[in-house]
Structures are given as C-alpha cells and as structure tokens.
Nanobody, 131 residues
Framework: EVQLVESGGGLVQAGGSLRLSCAAT????????IGWFRQAPGKEREGVSC????????YYGDSVKGRFTMSSDNAKNTVYLQMNSLEPEDTAVYYC????????????????????????WGQGTQVTVSS
C-alpha cells in the first residue's frame, strides 16, 4: 500500500526557513515520481515542486523558484522540501504526492504537477508564515 506522511510544518516568521519531510512506504522512488503541493485557504491547490528518478530532474513552481529546494534520501525513502526566505504568501497546507513513473522525461511529471494529477497523497502539514 502506497503511503505518504508529511511532517515538519509549523509557525515561522517571514524570512525564516522550514524543512518539510515526506516519508514514503509501500513503494520505491525508482517506480514513482514525487511532488510537493500546497493549498492556502480559499485558493486552489498549487504545485510546488516535483522530482523523478527516471531522469533525475527536479522542477519548481514559479512562486518558489530560488527559495525552495527538493531533495531525497533513498536509504530512508524520504523526500524533503527545504523552504527558505519564507513569505506570508507561503502559508498553506503542504502535501506530498506520488505518481507511478511511466515516462522517462521529467517534464511529463512537471506537467502533471501543474495539473495536480498525482495519484497518492499524504494528509498534509500546516505551514504558517507570520509577517
């Protein structure tokens, strides 16, 4: 059974940093691409970042480029989202999600990230950035 569990959310002041973790069980990163998403109150879910082992590529949404970094620890089957220079606009529930790898090109999963069409989702972790 594919399961994803996020952790690491919290309250931080603007300009601060947080690192989110997503522990994955029931599958290998060799077989699934991973994405980070967020949803703020009253707003649509937004793709933040995605990574696939098929070609090793990582993509970011425009609003977080240069501030957020996604990484993985295959030994722990865990992915991370390092968030720096946080802004109040980053306040949201953050989710990690997985989709089976069926194509080699990472851009395919970037498109799926933009469309939000990943198959398995965690329960989310709240990030609140105060001004």
């Amino acid at each position: 059974e594919v399961q994803l569990v996020e952790s690491g959310g919290g309250l931080v002041q603007a300009g601060g940093s947080l690192r989110l973790s997503c522990a994955a069980t029931g599958f290998s990163f060799d077989d699934y691409a991973i994405g980070w998403f967020r949803q703020a109150p009253g707003k649509e879910r937004e793709g933040v970042s995605c990574w696939t082992s098929s070609d090793g590529s990582t993509y970011y949404g425009d609003s977080v480029k240069g501030r957020f970094t996604m990484s993985s620890d295959n030994a722990k089957n865990t992915v991370y989202l390092q968030m720096n220079s946080l802004e109040p606009e980053d306040t949201a529930v953050y989710y990690c999600a997985a989709v089976r790898i069926t194509y080699w090109s990472g851009s395919y999963y970037y498109t799926k990230m933009l469309m939000g069409t990943f198959d398995y989702w965690g329960q989310g972790t709240q990030v609140t950035v105060s001004s």
